[in-house]
């Protein structure tokens, strides 16, 4: 919330386009995408719904700037990781695993950036103007391209191959997130039917097996 009643410079509308990012980021913490509106977030920004509107053309576009902001701080911790994580000397195979485990591992406390994505194609890329869409995208293109290039340099093999590997993956954790996340009257059928947890998925294991099975196929096309 902030302390002016009507933003008349360029850093207070800054200030209040930030307030509407963290107010909109916190309600993230506690509650699933599909009960963020904007009536409720205009309540606790402290701003009438037109005014928040005036910064922001829907709630979508809102969630899609958070998205872009995680997956950019995705992107910049990966590095390290994958340094810490790879052995640049071991064989291929050896490193597809690894890298597997390490983009799968860095996703296990990254709720919202997962939550964002597994939301991105059927719920926040609707609702948003061609201009704002086309923005999102452009970042998005980036973000990919900075993980194809991390890919790249752990896995030199992949060779061109590294950015439609990359994209796979983004939609593999947004797929995975969902399926790893059943609903109460799906886990109260797992608790009355044991033998049904069969199909209950680990998020981290699943997609460090998927994100891996990916690899090693681009890794197998590349070489034919």
Known sequence: MTDFQRARS???????????????AAML????????????????VGLAKSNVLRYFES???????????????????LPALAHAGIDQDAPVSRRTEQFAAVVAGSLAHRRILCDLLS????????????QAAARYKRAAVANVAGIAALARRHLP???DSAPQLTAAMIMSVGAVWTHARPSPAMLAAYEADPSL???????????QEMLATLTAGTLARARA
């Open 29 to 44: 913490e506690t509650m699933p995408i599909g009960e963020i509106s904007l009536n409720e977030l205009s309540r606790r």
């Open 197 to 207: 947890t069969a199909f209950k998925l680990d998020f981290v294991t699943a997609l």
């Open 157 to 159: 093999e992949l060779g």
């Open 119 to 130: 939301a991105q194609a059927g719920v926040l890329e609707h609702n948003v103007s061609p």
């Open 10 to 24: 360029e850093e207070q509308r800054g200030i209040r386009r930030q307030a509407i990012l963290d107010t909109t």
């Open 59 to 77: 709630r979508e576009a809102i969630l899609l700037e958070l998205l872009d902001r995680a997956w950019q701080q995705w992107v910049a911790d």
